[in-house]
């Protein structure tokens, strides 16, 4: 049986976690959504969609056709407590299909099946229901969970986010990113289509942050829809089974036309940075690592690369560049930094070496640059938007005295830049990277950062060189409230 969580039930799910952790990446290489391999497709877009399967003439009509997917809701009959689960869609309160009828019959097809459950009391029975049908037999359905747990563009007074658990209130998209962090099974996000164009970072965020995460785009027939905003988010996204669409039928065909008359793909041929560890100071959702992403919140923590720093000789020079980000998620603005240390010898990230090279960002815009505290740099720029890009420079004229530079862009204002230089002697040296955060109201973003090793016959001299690209990715992207409004 294959269990896709589509952002539900994710509060009975998540692990409690206190105190200094450990934590484990959000990516999970034993999860697989298998739904393609299941239907011998390859590519998402294929997928079709029987909707409000709640009767059983609808229910046979799906299992007799050709839709893949049958999609029904589930709630208690007449919303009574320990009551039985049956297959409405409100204001219906009841009918004549129950949850363990649909279960008996679309697993013994060759159907997958998508349960939307309207109430949180439905999830823990069906749940067990449908442990108790599949029980003693080799189930290969896909089974995805839905619950819509986020408030968004809805109309009429029944349509009520279901909380992820009984002692939870419904959630805003940013803890959705924390609550799945630690899930090991596959989830998809369900968006609605006419707030793609305004999310396309954030979904690429949701995408990143596991290779088991996907997104599932839907609409309603009054939605005044623009097919190109979905066309973007495809061409945008390089692996064509991480995107499912549930549209109606005049815009499945719209967006169908809208691809055959655009080119399709995009390239991206970056070698991502990778991460040996994380450690939370007291939660591990206050630091969710994806395959290029790190967020940083609530009472923060580290990161450390896998491998070492190029130990800089006077033949190369090595630049560090990327993208800090402050972001307001409606916390208590207070002061805010992130430190960037260079040359960490030790994999834990404990600072062993006398010659740790650390860069400090604050969200007003002064950094500092300094080695050991010492010889402590100093610049300020200002940002409307909280963006700062940064690049840091390290290089050596004679192979034992090391340079270090630094330069922090206000992203949102042209010609705002500031320099910092620094100098020590030291024998060349390599370390890890370690990048790091305090407590937070709100989050960080820190954005590609990509390591360059660059040759040249001065050390430290132009990027016209040839490169070799150590590339080093970290998206992070916060996600504002406009995402995923259902």
Known sequence: MIYVLIAATLGLLYPSVTGEETCKFTHHQDAR?????????????????????NSPERLQQGLSGETMMLEADVLMRNNMVNGTPVMAHPPDMDSNLTLASFLRQTTASTKGIKLDF????????SLKMIQNVTS??????????????????CY??????????????SVKVLPMGQLVSQIAQPVTFPVRAILVRRSLKQLHWLLDLSQTFTITIWSSTTDDLDVQDIVALR????????????????????????????????EDGRDFFTWKAARATKHCKDVLVGHNNVMFSGDGGQVISKNVLYKISAKYFQQISGIVSFID???????????????????TGKVTNSQVVTLVLHSNGIFQLSINDADKKQGSVQSETGVFEFVIWESSSDGKKRSF????????????VAFVTLATESEPMGGHMLISAGTQSDAILVQNVETVLGASHTAGAGTAQCFLRISAAIILSVLFHSLLHM
């Not at 998620?329 to 994999?347: A, C, E, F, M, Q």
């Open 136 to 153: 003693g037999q080799e189930v290969k359905n896909p089974i995805w969970l839905n619950a819509d747990i986020l408030p968004g563009p």
């Open 118 to 125: 309207k109430t949180i009391m439905v999830v823990e029975p």
């Open 156 to 169: 009429d007074k029944v349509c009520v986010p279901v909380a992820p658990s009984n002692s939870c209130p």
């Open 405 to 416: 530079k630094c330069e922090i862009t206000a992203k949102d204002s042209e010609g705002d």
């Open 235 to 266: 061409q945008s996204v390089l692996d064509k089974r991480r995107i499912y669409y549930d549209l109606p039928p005049d815009q499945e065909k719209a967006f169908k036309d809208a691809l055959a008359s655009n080119s399709d793909g995009r």
């Open 329 to 347: 998620t409606g916390g208590v603005n207070n002061k805010r930094s992130i430190s960037i240390k260079l040359h960490v010898k030790d994999i």
């Open 33 to 53: 959504d298998d739904i393609l391999a299941f239907f011998k497709l390859r590519d998402a877009l294929d997928i079709t969609w029987l909707h409000a399967v």
